[in-house]
């Protein structure tokens, strides 16, 4: 083999060396993004002590968005704050639960950009383990906006540890929905879980 063939070989080796490693690196730094996502709020998980932004019980507040059916981010002062609803679960955004789009367009129907009135529950955690703020959300008209979800079947009752002001409600709103096969009660689920 001639010199001039070893050369361009080394050359060629060299180069694949470094494409590789810079793949290797591209990879490592996607990896440590996607590791620090959590599940099912599609934000990402402080790594230190809570957001020390505060949500006063009872202030009002603005949503900037709806990541999902049962969590919303509102402005606080110069920040923003993710807050899980009590007593609400909606089927998960990017997973394959029936309603998951249509539970989350209706709650971004019904308080994104708009001010609500958020109250803590002395019976549940200030957050969740996701770093999420745990409120009850009134929206501008009185009504509890997880009770409406409920009651349309776009989310179900959900109890994490304790049971939570207005429980019985949720519980009622929910029986109701089931009984007229609305939402995720409805057979475009029940077919979608055979």
Request: glycine residues 12%; contains cysteine.
């Amino acid at each position: 083999m001639a010199a001039s063939t070893v050369v361009r070989w080394v050359k060629v080796l060299v180069a694949l060396v470094a494409v590789g490693l810079m793949l290797f690196g591209v990879v490592a730094i996607l990896v440590g993004l996607l590791g620090r996502l959590s599940t099912g709020t599609g934000g990402l998980v402080p790594d230190g002590p809570a957001p020390t932004a505060s949500v006063a019980p009872g202030d009002p507040v603005k949503v900037v968005s709806v990541p999902d059916g049962d969590t919303i981010v509102v402005r606080v002062g110069e920040g923003t704050e993710r807050v899980r609803v009590i007593g609400l679960d909606t089927p998960e955004i990017g997973s394959e639960e029936c309603f998951a789009v249509e539970a989350a367009r209706e709650a971004r129907a019904l308080v994104q950009g708009r001010t609500v009135l958020l109250s803590a529950d002395p019976t549940q955690d200030d957050r969740d383990r996701y770093g999420r703020v745990l409120r009850h959300l009134t929206m501008a008209d009185g009504r509890s906006m997880a009770q409406v979800l409920i009651a349309g079947g776009f989310g179900r009752e959900y109890t994490y540890d304790r049971p939570y002001a207005g429980r019985a409600e949720h519980r009622s709103a929910q029986a109701a929905a089931r009984q007229g096969r609305l939402g995720i009660w409805g057979p475009a689920c029940a077919s979608a879980e055979s």
